[in-house]
């Protein structure tokens, strides 16, 4: 029996799984019944099982009958401070709560991987490590997972490591979409607080407004963009928001906005920072004005290593199908912390399109929107992709070891 097939025969477990993780999603780094849910499903398999210290992952690693390397897979487990309004048959238990970028799906598909590889366990020319981990959404749980040892759980560093992440619009259900090099962008946050001094709407000459600064702040920023950065190596700043005043003729002490930066190089992502703060300051001084810029340095570029890549790609088109694997043209704007594995270990992640049967990819929800909606008819060909890709590729080092 195939791993696709063999997938195909846990398809309801897979489902109740993914149902449990759904309705009671979690945030951050802290998950503690979402690593209850996830340590039952592991639950007598011959795996040998940690947790972590500073966050509620689970690591797991599942010795091959045969000695050899180690291949990492990655699924993140945290969900998102949205009011769900899928209107799917499951939704969320907990008010102000949902799993509405896949997260319960990626953490379902690595579930079954363990059981479809731990039957196969015989066959493993190598250590499987697998990694649940939360805090992908903004707390940077990939880096605390590599500081507590997850690259070396097995003993030695993976030759490979990879990630799924469905998408709940875009790409049509069940196509895998990879790219070698850059496939999500650096993401940086920037809060910006402008003082002045306050005074009367009538008479602005007597303050020092910050508003007017904080304004041409926000367009500078605009064209900082296009005039410091090469159109073919993107920079994209948005500031999404910003807050001054309490009344229409009251000059406020200050005025805030915050910016989400991205990036899609190293090359860009190195001079960004320096290039978005000298601006500021330069604005701030033109207008008698002090500027205090809080540059948080959050994830870097996810880039795809280009063997691992192929690799990939390779393995869709032959287990599932040709029309089953597109290469990215261009990296997707979303960022992701599983880049902190990516600048350790020869790393490919893919997307699955995971978009329900009757809707239209182009127009449907995407992931973080409260009615994201995601179909559980993937979650085999998930398992069963993750599972393919260890084997073949321990396989593969059992080849050139023996050659």
């Not at 690595?110 to 493993?124: N, P």
């Not at 809707?359 to 994201?372: C, G, Q, T, W």
Request: charged content about 20%; aromatic content about 6%.
């Amino acid at each position: 029996m195939s791993l696709r097939e063999a997938a195909n025969d846990i398809s309801s477990e897979l489902v109740r799984l993914r149902h449990a993780l759904h309705r009671e999603p979690e945030l951050g780094l802290d998950l503690p019944r979402t690593q209850e849910k996830v340590l039952g499903a592991l639950a007598g398999l011959p795996l040998e099982v940690t947790t972590g210290k500073r966050l509620s992952s689970v690591t797991a690693v599942l010795r091959g009958a045969v000695p050899g390397p180690t291949v990492l897979l990655r699924g993140d487990m945290d969900a998102l401070p949205v009011a769900e309004r899928s209107g799917a048959p499951v939704v969320s238990d907990l008010a102000g709560r949902m799993h509405a970028c896949g997260h319960d799906l990626h953490t379902t598909m690595l579930a079954g991987a363990a059981h479809l590889l731990a039957a196969r366990r015989d066959r493993l020319a190598g250590d499987v490590v697998f990694m649940f981990q939360p805090g992908e959404e903004g707390a940077g749980g990939a880096k605390i997972m590599i500081e507590e040892g997850v690259l070396d759980a097995s003993g030695q560093r993976p030759v490979a490591a990879y990630a799924l992440h469905v998408v709940s619009s875009v790409l049509p259900q069940g196509v895998f979409v990879s790219r070698a090099g850059p496939i999500m962008a650096a993401a940086d946050r920037l809060i910006v607080t402008v003082r002045g001094a306050g005074g009367h709407g009538s008479t602005p000459h007597r303050a020092n407004d910050p508003i007017p600064a904080a304004c041409e702040m926000v367009t500078a920023l605009q064209t900082m963009v296009t005039r410091g950065f090469d159109v073919f190596d993107p920079v994209v700043v948005t500031v999404g928001s910003f807050h001054a005043g309490t009344a229409d003729n009251v000059i406020p002490d200050e005025a805030r906005f915050e910016a989400t930066v991205r990036s899609f190089s190293a090359a860009a992502h190195s001079r960004i920072q320096e290039r978005i703060l000298t601006l500021l300051d330069g604005i701030a001084a033109a207008h008698n004005l002090t500027v205090e810029a809080d540059y948080d340095v959050s994830y870097p570029v996810t880039v795809n290593n280009a063997v691992e890549a192929d690799f990939v790609g390779a393995t869709v088109r032959e287990v599932f199908d040709e029309h089953r694997y597109i290469s990215a043209p261009q990296p997707f704007t979303g960022s992701e912390d599983f880049s902190f594995v990516c600048n350790e270990v020869p790393s490919a992640f893919v997307a699955l399109g995971a978009c329900p049967k009757g809707l239209d990819p182009s127009s449907a929800a995407y992931n973080h929107a409260a009615e994201a909606a995601f179909d559980d008819a993937v979650l085999p060909d998930g398992a069963a992709l993750y599972a393919e890709l260890a084997m073949r590729r321990l396989g593969q080092e059992a080849l050139t070891a023996a050659g």
